[in-house]
């Protein structure tokens, strides 16, 4: 990629996965925000191309994370963008980039540093066709939480809040906090299996309640019939998410890079 950049001849790059089904005008419209000389990096808006099959829970999620990013880019501290279609300024492109980290962490996270913002642009629509299975959508979660993870060690000065406040703020609750989400949830249930028997209405319905969630994901893992539903097909991609999640971020801890990825998904 480095050598492409290296021969461009023009001042915005914009890059796509080749999978990637870009709309009507979405290059275009991506590198409209480049308009205003304080942006130095646009994230498109991606959806997944869900298979008759698989699960939905991964739409369910990406909208909430479409949300998230959303609502960052009008806080100015967005500094992640979508893999499968960006743009960025050239002479903001990081060159020393380490190969293990994510280029759609570490590369925006730079431009963060250098003073400009990054934003999302709702016209610059494409879609990507999701991982065929749960198996294969697991090892790419997985590699994009270790990738994430270690761009943000290596970006590590966005997290001192007396000069990024913001930025930190979202990187610590958005991010760091969520890689370790699997084991508070396990810390949870167990704790509210303790308190069951201690008379509290409260203790009881929260412990049913995360019971029949944990139910549905392991009947639907275990049952491929079961999938078809929605009432399983969320809970099922929860806890392969944040399983996933856990595990990049553990790997990171024991020092293990993924410095290649060839993808599952059938172009």
């Known amino acids: 990629m480095k050598k492409a950049v290296e021969r461009a001849t023009g001042e915005i790059l914009v890059f796509t996965d080749a999978d990637a089904v870009l709309e009507k005008d979405a290059v275009k419209n991506i590198v409209m925000p480049f308009s ?39 806080l100015d501290s967005l500094c992640m963008v979508t893999g499968p279609f960006w743009a960025v300024r050239k002479y ?30 709702v016209n610059a629509r494409a879609k990507v066709l999701a991982h065929p299975t749960i198996a294969a959508d697991f090892m790419g979660i997985k590699r994009v ?15 001192n809040f007396l000069h ?31 308190l069951f028997n201690s008379g509290a209405y409260f203790y009881r319905v929260l412990f049913l309640l995360q019971s029949v969630f944990y139910f549905a994901a392991a009947l639907g893992l275990a049952a ?29 801890i024991l020092g293990r890079k993924v410095l290649s990825w060839h993808s599952p998904r059938s172009v």
């Open 224 to 252: 491929p019939v079961f999938r078809r539903y929605v009432f399983f097909q969320i809970p099922i991609y929860l806890v392969s998410n944040w399983t996933a999640i856990f595990i990049g971020f553990f790997e990171v």
């Open 164 to 194: 990024y406040p913001i930025t930190a703020y979202c990187l610590l609750w958005h991010k760091i906090m969520r890689w370790p989400t699997i084991m508070f949830l396990v810390v949870l249930f167990l704790t509210n299996s303790a």
């Open 36 to 74: 205003g000389s304080s942006i130095g990096a646009v994230s498109a808006n991606v959806r997944y191309f869900i298979p008759a099959l698989q699960l939905k829970g991964r739409d369910f999620y990406w909208g909430i994370e479409n949300f998230i990013r959303l609502f960052q880019a009008r």
């Open 145 to 159: 939480a270790n990738g994430g993870f270690r761009a943000v060690i290596h970006h590590r000065q966005l997290l």
């Open 92 to 121: 903001l492109f990081y060159r020393d980039a380490p190969l293990y980290a994510i280029d759609d962490a570490v590369l925006p996270m730079y431009v963060v540093k250098r003073g400009y913002k990054v934003v999302v642009c």
